[in-house]
T-cell receptor, first 116, second 115 residues
Framework: AQKITQTQPGMFVQEKEAVTLDCTYDTSDPSYGLFWYKQPSSGEMIFLIYQGSYDQQNATEGRYSLNFQKARKSANLVISASQLGDSAMYFCAMREGGYNNNDMRFGAGTRLTVKP | DSGVTQTPKHLITATGQRVTLRCSPRSGDLSVYWYQQSLDQGLQFLIQYYNGEERAKGNILERFSAQQFPDLHSELNLSSLELGDSALYFC??????????????FGEGSRLTVL
């Protein structure tokens, strides 16, 4: 069974600094996708970034990058130049399998607070 | 706007009652997922449908049921409601096809309060 672990219940970062949110996963399937979502206080789930298990390079999307260490089974999210609007819950998630994907499972989340 | 529509946005009801939550996926998406998020908790996967058929089942209680209709909209039925069922219920849809990353597109959620 797939499992996602986010060990940081809460994180603080100073505005304009970078922050890393940790995520480790466990799967025996060689094909899987890793995802990060942001949930602001308004409640919606916003997709941030995706990393495929066969991707050779770390994914990047604007100020978001994913530090993918396959051997360690970690997929940490790095947010550069933090902004006040980055304050939110962040969830790491995984789907196993090919394009007929299985369901997506989520970690417990990390609450990020950006300080002015 | 994700393109996934959920109704109602808010619902308050009493213990023992039954409610139905509705979801319309993004145009063209065949898969619908339901998740439950209790206060300050992560998302718990309930159930997945693909083109009208149940594909995967998670931690869904027997008091809960779902279906996906021929027009691909889905309904989640919650019966014999208990206080602990109070939560934010998300619907999500996805493109299930080669070349897509498979991210889920979430609706805004239906917030259920059981009194």
């Amino acid at each position: 069974a797939q499992k996602i672990t986010q060990t940081q219940p809460g994180m603080f970062v100073q505005e304009k600094e970078a922050v890393t949110l940790d995520c480790t996963y466990d799967t025996s399937d060689p094909s899987y996708g890793l995802f990060w979502y942001k949930q602001p206080s308004s409640g919606e789930m916003i997709f941030l970034i995706y990393q495929g298990s066969y991707d050779q390079q770390n994914a990047t999307e604007g100020r978001y990058s994913l530090n993918f260490q396959k051997a360690r089974k970690s997929a940490n999210l790095v947010i550069s130049a933090s902004q006040l609007g980055d304050s939110a819950m962040y969830f790491c998630a995984m789907r196993e399998g090919g394009y007929n994907n299985n369901d997506m499972r989520f970690g417990a989340g990390t609450r990020l607070t950006v300080k002015p | 706007d994700s393109g996934v529509t959920q109704t109602p946005k808010h619902l308050i009801t009493a213990t023992g009652q039954r409610v139905t939550l509705r979801c319309s996926p993004r145009s063209g998406d065949l898969s619908v997922y339901w998740y439950q998020q209790s206060l300050d908790q992560g998302l718990q996967f309930l159930i997945q449908y693909y083109n009208g058929e149940e594909r995967a089942k998670g931690n869904i209680l027997e008091r809960f049921s779902a279906q996906q209709f021929p027009d691909l909209h889905s309904e989640l039925n919650l019966s014999s409601l208990e206080l602990g069922d109070s939560a934010l219920y998300f619907c999500a849809s996805s493109v299930e096809a080669s070349g897509h990353t498979g991210e889920l597109f979430f609706g805004e959620g239906s917030r259920l309060t059981v009194l």
